[in-house]
């Protein structure tokens, strides 16, 4: 995905080739009918290349592409004024795989955080994922506002570089 944003062609086409069987995949298990699973990866497909300028590069890509997908999916229900109902043995399979996906989301946030240095790990942590403000951040770290500020943007820049590379 970075590669495509900074308009690399082919990286946008392997991309686009990968996701569409990666979402295949997902619709299937939520679906019935094979033709609403593909009709669904096309419309996905279609909502990223439209929505590809508001992914934050410094945020796991699998998180942002889950939550599109999944918006599909609602939509989709909606306009078939479809509800999904299971026998209650089987509501368990379903959870599990709503939570599987946030910790894949999670463990890549968590990877890539791991690289970073203990103190910008805890400023990102606190601002970004915890949603503190910058003065609860600098009450809570014995910082300044400023230096929260600076510390939150160059771990940010860091990890962007990192999935940029390829490093984790």
Not at 14 to 29: D, G, I, T, V, W
Not at 74 to 88: E, K
Request: glycine share 4%; net charge positive; proline share 2%.
């Amino acid at each position: 995905m970075l590669a495509a944003s900074q308009g690399d062609g082919a990286a946008y086409r392997a991309l686009l080739a990968a996701l569409a069987s990666h979402l295949r995949a997902y619709y299937a298990r939520r679906l019935a009918r094979s033709a609403d699973a593909e009709d669904l990866v096309q419309e996905t497909l279609i909502a990223i290349h439209v929505k590809r300028a508001t992914y934050d590069p410094a945020l796991p890509f699998t998180a942002w592409l889950h939550a599109i997908a999944r918006y599909k999916l609602i939509d989709h229900f909606r306009r078939s004024r479809l509800r999904r109902t299971l026998p209650l043995e089987d509501a368990a399979s379903v959870v599990a795989e709503e939570r599987t996906e946030a910790a894949e989301a999670a463990r890549d946030v968590e990877r890539l955080l791991a690289a970073l240095p203990e103190a910008r790990r805890n400023l990102i942590r606190h601002v970004k994922l915890e949603g503190l403000s910058t003065a609860e951040a600098a009450a809570k770290t014995g910082l300044s506002e400023s230096a929260v500020k600076v510390g939150v943007h160059r771990g940010l820049k860091k990890l962007a570089r990192m999935i940029r590379e390829g490093t984790r």
